[in-house]
C-alpha cells in the first residue's frame, strides 16, 4: 500500500477508473457479440460505435477496433449471402 498521500490518492483514482473501463468494455464485448449474432443494422451501429468510443478512449487500441470492426462486417456480409432473397427474372423483349 502506498504511504505518500499522492500515491493513495492516485490508486483511489486508479480503482474508479478501472471499474469504469471495465464496465464500458463489457458493455462493447456484449454489443459486438449480440451484432455478430443477429446481424440487425441497429445492433451493427451501436457495436461499431461503442468500439470506436472505447478506442478513442484508449480503452482499447485503435488496431484492435479496426479488426474488430472488420470481423462484425465479415460476419454480416457472410449472413447475407447465406439468406438469398427470391428474385424475379426480368422478361426479356425480343426483337422481331
Known amino acids: 500500500m502506498p504511504i505518500i498521500k499522492s500515491a493513495i490518492k492516485k490508486l483511489r483514482q486508479d480503482r474508479k477508473k478501472t ?30 460505435s461503442l468500439i470506436n468510443k472505447a478506442a478513442k478512449k484508449n480503452i482499447i487500441h485503435k488496431n484492435k477496433a479496426a479488426r474488430l470492426t472488420s470481423q462484425i462486417a465479415k460476419k454480416v456480409k457472410t449472413k ?17
Do not use: H
Open 19 to 48: 471499474i469504469v473501463n471495465n464496465l464500458f468494455e463489457n458493455r462493447m464485448k456484449s454489443a459486438f457479440k449480440n451484432a455478430a449474432k443477429t446481424g440487425k443494422e441497429k445492433d451493427i451501429k451501436e457495436a461499431i
Open 80 to 96: 447475407a449471402k447465406t439468406v438469398k432473397t427470391p428474385v424475379k427474372k426480368s422478361q426479356r423483349i425480343e426483337k422481331k
